[in-house]
């Protein structure tokens, strides 16, 4: 089903929107601001189950009166949309996506909501429910924010204390349970590396890189042969041993 690109200009004052299980993938993923802003009365928009693949970043920014967002059971892999201007937002379902983590500036968003919902005595919903949620270098951020959010009662996260994250040394740990000045500290050696140089021959390298591996996707490096090969394999390709290569001559004094 492909709605038209004037479709809410005919309902100027609607206020809740339910499209479930229709298949929207395309008329969404090519919406721009004035899709849903051509009504700007809406408060409810439910898009769960319509086999979405992605969100355009504009598409909420002119729904002020936005406070329903339901996006559960798609296939969106990311989440990166300006939600500035929806300050009314009460409750967003991401649940059963493919998402792994958010960004930086969706998280500020959402605090923004969610202190001027406390001022008011109510408590944003954020529901990430049966999403790969990782705990990976790149999600640290995330795993921060939602410990915090949990212990000061700012958001309600529902199911975080049964969420077990991918660590970056390929274990599963609890997110309430994560220690994440340890995984910052672990990941740090990520800036010790860089993509396609030679594979890393010194042993503490070698070793501190091992810890945080899953998080080394999309880097290779050069084996003496010239290879380019996979960092994320365990253990990382050996290095010659110069000392008994026949190539190895050392001068005599």
């Known amino acids: 089903m492909k709605l038209p690109d004037d479709f809410f200009r005919y309902f100027p004052s609607l206020k809740v929107i339910n499209l479930v299980q229709l298949s929207n993938s395309e008329s969404i993923k090519h919406i721009n ?38 996006l559960s059971s798609n296939s969106v892999p990311a989440f990166d949309v300006d939600l500035s201007n929806n300050r009314n937002l009460s409750y967003l379902n991401l649940s059963g996506n493919g998402i792994s983590t958010l960004s930086v500036s969706v998280l500020a968003y959402l605090d923004v909501i969610a202190q001027e919902r406390l001022q ?16 990976l270098c790149n999600s640290t951020h995330l795993v921060r924010q939602l410990q915090d959010w949990v212990k000061k009662q700012e958001v309600n996260v529902p199911g975080l204390e049964e969420h077990l994250c991918l660590y970056p040394n390929g274990s599963r ?19 010790e590396v860089k993509n396609g140089s030679d ?23 050069r084996t003496s042969d010239g290879q380019l090969m996979s960092m994320t394999i365990q253990p990382l390709p050996s290095c010659p041993d110069f000392f008994r290569s026949a190539t190895f001559i050392a001068r005599l004094l």
Request: net charge negative; with cysteine; glycine share 4%.
């Open 33 to 70: 601001s004035s899709f849903f802003g051509n009504c700007p009365t809406l408060t409810d928009i439910h898009l769960g189950d319509c086999q979405i693949t992605a969100i355009p970043t504009a598409a909420f920014v002119h729904v002020p009166a936005l406070e329903i967002l339901n």
């Open 120 to 135: 008011g005595s109510e408590m944003l919903i954020v529901d990430l429910r049966r999403n790969p949620i990782t705990c």
């Open 173 to 191: 740990l609890a997110i309430s349970e994560v220690d994440v000045d340890e995984v910052v500290s672990r990941c740090s050696v990520l800036s």
């Open 199 to 221: 594979c890393p021959c010194d042993n503490n390298l070698r070793q501190r890189l091992e810890t945080v591996r899953l998080s080394l996707h999309g880097y290779v490096c």
